[in-house]
Structures are given as C-alpha cells and as structure tokens.
C-alpha cells in the first residue's frame, strides 16, 4: 500500500514547560460498571494534560494545581527530552501531587521526528531510524528511577508506544524486535502499552497511518507467547477520535475497544473526540483532541464532536471482560488562548462524562 501525502502531527493546545520539545449512536441500557469492574480494583481516571494545560509556566502551574479536585489519578505526560530526567523528576514534585502516577506517551516525539524522518519508529524496516526511536525511549530508564526514587515507590505506572512508521516503510519482525528490547530494560515496573492509532487506509489521507490494530495485536500475542512472563506487563492502549478517525465512524472505536479486550489486551481507553466535519478545532477527522459533546456550557465549542455521552457508555460496556487500568480522556480548548479555568472547566465536563459511565449511573450530555 502506498503512504499518501498529509500532514501527520501531534496537535496540542499546551505542553509541559519541562517536556516541552517537543453519527450518532444509541447506547444500549446497561451499565458500563459490570463492564470494567473485572480487574482488582476499579480504572483510575486518567487526563492527557498536557494537550489542556496553558502554554505558559505559571497557568500550566495553576492548571495542575486544579486536578486534584477533579479526582485525575494519573496524568500522561509527553517523553521528555535527552538529558532531562533529573528536571522532569523535580518538575514532578513540584506540580503534582505524591498520589497521581504518571503514563509517558511518546507519539509527540514520534510525530515530530516523522516530519522530518519519515522512516522512523520502532516498526521501521531502517535499522538507524528503529534505533533512534529505542534512544529515545531509552531516556525513561533513568526517569522511571529517578521518580521511583523520588516517591519510593514505583510512580512510572505505563509507557505508550507506537507502531511507526506503520506499512510501506516498517515492518511488524521489526516492531516485534523493538518491543523485546524495551521489555528487557528496567522501567520500575512500568506497563509497555502500544496506543492504536489510525492505522493507514487506502485511499483516505492519514492523521498517523501506523499498522492495523489486529497486526499490533498479533505482535504482542506472539512475544507473550514466546515470553509468558512479559505478558502482565503487555497491553493495548485505545484511543478513542483516532480509531473513529480510521473508520471515519463513531463505531470503530467501539468495534477497536472489543477487539483487544476478546484478545485479553486491553488497558486502557481514552477518550478524545473527533469529527465529521469542520469545527473550531479545525477540518473534519483531523486528530486534535476535540473535546465530547455535551450540556454543559464548558462543552459548548465542541458541539460538532462525534463523541458524547452515550458513544463513551457504549465503548466502555464493549470493554466487558478487560482489565482495565485507567480510563480518562484527552482533550483540548477552543479558543486556544482559552484562560485555566475555562480550561478547567473542559476537563471538569469531560471527565463528569467518563465518571458517570464508569458508576453506571445516570447519563447526561446529549
């Protein structure tokens, strides 16, 4: 399959000062609850606040100061840069508190580096570029200690990894060989979720274009047969407006979330919107984390997003039989110059969203 021209990035309206690199559905009536309560203990909320948060260093202080009363148990943060996990782990104990842990992505990385390299990822047939995605990623050995360190316990609790550069450029042997090398490092124990993103389809231009969810599946199935010990640290993470992006749908997010829980893969979810058409957040199916719809006035800009309340009770009861060990969402602000507390206000909203279909409880917002 040939890659198509686009413009792949990583959108975000605010990033941390310190890692700063970088069709409407019916919901069927039972409860999400039954569907996630399958593990030890419930999901932890989860925020991407790092796409939310201001620009600048004292609003993204006053951004994160206000999470706490949100109930976010974890927070993902971007891969910081070489050379900087000393400054990331003190930029840790200052803004957050000592109970929230920390899920690393590495797509904004992986985005910027393709711009430029377009071989590059750990699915890249191009040993050089493989081995610069494993450099980079190198850099969480000494965070992961340093936050251990810090904390005394384990605080690093998932990595995000990413099938890039996907078919055409990459090859799935050498995502797996990718895969088995970072399982060998010591992370304190952190989770290796590989986060779905659109996979590349013929004829449709790509936000990301990596490999399909069932060959990332196929991946992990196989070194978790050939290493059973490696497979509680396995995962697939699922992120909600990519995988609607994929299938131009509101479906396929829900078709995704069921496919790695039946595989026994399934992690994490996180919502993050996504549109049919033009919206603030710009043209339709671009991946910019458009928040969900939703009667509260903190949603209003996102009107036009695909994911509601009822998209987000239907994905979370297609996880039934997951362990699931965090659920939260991804979002941004529109306007962009947006003050924290009307950035607040949107993950105040959006999580309100998530929470409600995690009790089973009653569910507003469309």
Known sequence: MT???????ESSSGTSSVTRESTESTAPSASAADAVR????????????YALAPGDPAGEATFLAGLDALGVQVLEMPLPAHGTAAETARWVRAHLPEHVDLVVTAVPRTMQRLASDPGYGLSSADLVQRRAALDDLAALRDLARRLADDAGRPRLAAVELHSAPGPGLGSLTAFRESLDEVLSWDLGGAHLLVEHCDALVEGQPPAKGFWPLHEEIA????????VPDSASRL????????SAIEGRSARTPVEHVRAAAEAGLLRAVVFSGAAASDTPWGPAWGDQHIAPRGS???????AGSLLGAAEILETLQAARGATLEAVGIKVTARPEDAGVEERLAVARAS???????LRGGSVHGD
Request: aromatic share 2%.
């Open 351 to 357: 999580l309100r969203l998530v929470s409600e279909a």
């Open 235 to 242: 995962g697939v993470s699922i992120n909600w407006g990519r």
């Open 38 to 49: 399958t593990g030890p203990a419930r999901p932890r909320l989860l925020l991407g606040a």
């Open 3 to 9: 890659r198509q021209t686009s413009s792949r990035t």
């Open 219 to 226: 991946v992990l199935q196989a070194i978790a047969d050939d």
């Open 296 to 302: 509260d006035p903190a949603l209003e800009a996102s």
